[in-house]
């Protein structure tokens, strides 16, 4: 669900920019005053793990598409709402400037699209409240395909209205939206699946961090060992990201697909001449060292930058919550 800039008008694109942007300050005050120190290590992990898990693509059968998991509601259920909004959203940043993956113009909306809908909106409003823990495998499973699903289709809602407010595209709403919304329920389904099989394994070996995030917040999680949880997901992180994506299929993504079924191409031009077109991609191809994922070590590399990102910005937050008097906060 990646967004290119040849999608996004400069002024979509400069309002889910401040809008993303506002998101992204409330999430760090709220981490600076709740995060427990030691959850920064699994923040870091899971945001290493996202990162290799969106780089397989698996194919939806009967459609020549594919779709790749967005990792949000996995996140909010083991950090929280807001610490899995910001490791979330230090993954498509790194895949934006690092890899070339989604536009530096569209940064706003992918991550109001994939970060917002599924963090903030899909997981308080359904996951939470309807999934008690603990529970059997079948109710994770059925929550967890449901929470995914709607926050997919808002996302998928979202790319429509940006793209038809943005104007820049032969792409028309109503067609557009009858394609978008089926391919990603299919990936919802998918991504529920793999989020529940996780969930369910957490559940079954370390029951104590989902409690602790779900009943009280990230401020109790002090007192869970996390140290053999990083370290399994750690080494999935590194296994996905050296050695699976060889498995990732080759068809165009959702979002791809359905612009290929109206246009006949996955890339459609830029219909306008605004040099901020121009200055986005010189700024993403000085940027871009791996750009598409261009090196056998492109999921190692990019888990270990994610993993040094999110640790350098939770400890500045801390830093600050430390220097800051309690008065000022």
Not at 69 to 95: C, E, H, R
Not at 115 to 122: F, K, V
Not at 152 to 159: M, N, Q
Not at 256 to 266: M, R, V
């Amino acid at each position: 669900m990646h967004m290119a800039d040849a999608l996004v008008s400069p002024a979509i694109a400069g309002m889910t920019g401040i809008i993303s942007g506002a998101l992204v300050v409330v999430a760090a005050k709220k981490i600076r005053n709740g995060q427990a120190e030691n959850m920064v290590p699994l923040m870091g992990v899971m945001g290493a793990f996202i990162f290799a898990a969106q780089m397989i693509n698996f194919s939806i059968p009967g459609t020549g598409s594919s779709g790749h998991i967005v990792g949000g509601v996995l996140l909010a259920a083991l950090l929280g709402p807001w610490a899995a909004f910001i490791t979330l959203t230090s993954v498509l940043i790194i895949q934006c400037l690092i890899f070339a993956d989604g536009g530096l113009m569209a940064l706003g909306c992918n991550i109001f699209n994939m970060a917002a809908c599924t963090c903030l909106i899909a997981y308080p409003l359904i996951y939470k409240p309807l999934m008690k823990y603990p529970a059997s495998f079948g109710k994770i499973i059925g929550v967890s395909v449901l929470t995914c699903v709607i926050g997919l289709e808002l996302g998928a809602v979202a790319v429509t209205v940006e793209t038809e407010a943005s104007g820049i595209t032969a792409l028309p709403m109503a067609q557009f939206l009858w394609f978008m919304l089926p391919i990603h329920l299919a990936i919802g389904i998918g991504e529920g699946v793999a989020t529940a099989a996780v969930l369910y394994f957490i559940q079954q070996y370390k029951s104590e961090l989902l409690l602790s995030v779900r009943q009280t917040g990230v401020k109790s999680v002090h007192a869970v060992h996390l140290k053999r949880v990083v370290l399994i997901i750690a080494v999935l992180a590194l296994l996905i990201g050296g050695t699976f994506t060889w498995i990732a299929s080759s068809d165009p993504d959702g979002l791809e697909w359905s612009i290929y079924n109206i246009t006949g191409t996955t890339e459609p031009a830029v219909a306008s001449a605004d040099k901020m077109y121009g200055i986005a991609r010189n700024i993403q191809e000085t940027t871009a060292v791996m750009p598409d994922y261009n090196s056998t070590f492109a999921g190692i590399i990019g888990g270990i930058i994610v993993v040094l990102v999110i640790w350098v910005l939770s400890g500045l937050l801390q830093y600050k919550k430390k220097v800051i008097p309690e008065h000022n906060e």
